[in-house]
């Protein structure tokens, strides 16, 4: 797992990428988060689509719901970034659409797109 920081003017993001899995269940997202506050002080988070499992993905598992909940839960901002077009289900979709309407969860395709949104906030 990788690390970057984008700072601009006050607002800090961390960039954290992978090309395996890091999250592969909530404890994994929980010390991911904790890693990022404690040695970076950041409340926002762009993450990799390739850190996450594909169970995130499946709705069914309840992973996503429970991970961005406990993102909820701390307050922090998260944009997952990568290219999701072959995701076929209907309620991911919706999901992803309705996460981009808030000011929490982002799921974007580009991570210059993923930071702007999260340095906005």
């Not at 944009?79 to 919706?94: C, E, H, M, P, Q």
């Amino acid at each position: 797992m990788n690390i970057a920081i984008d700072q601009r003017g006050d607002s800090k993001v961390a960039i954290v990428g992978s090309a395996e899995p890091v999250i592969r269940n909530v404890q994994d997202a929980l010390d991911v988060m904790v890693t990022v506050f404690y040695n970076h002080e950041c409340e926002k988070i762009v993450l990799s689509k390739s850190a996450l499992t594909e169970e995130f993905f499946d709705l069914k598992t309840r992973l996503a719901g429970d991970i961005l909940q406990k993102y909820m839960n701390y307050r922090v901002r998260l944009a997952i970034v990568g290219n999701f077009s072959g995701y076929t289900s209907k309620s991911l979709r919706d999901f992803m659409y309705e996460s981009n309407q808030g000011k929490q969860v982002f799921f974007l395709e580009d991570q210059e797109e993923a930071l702007q949104a999260l340095h906005r906030l």
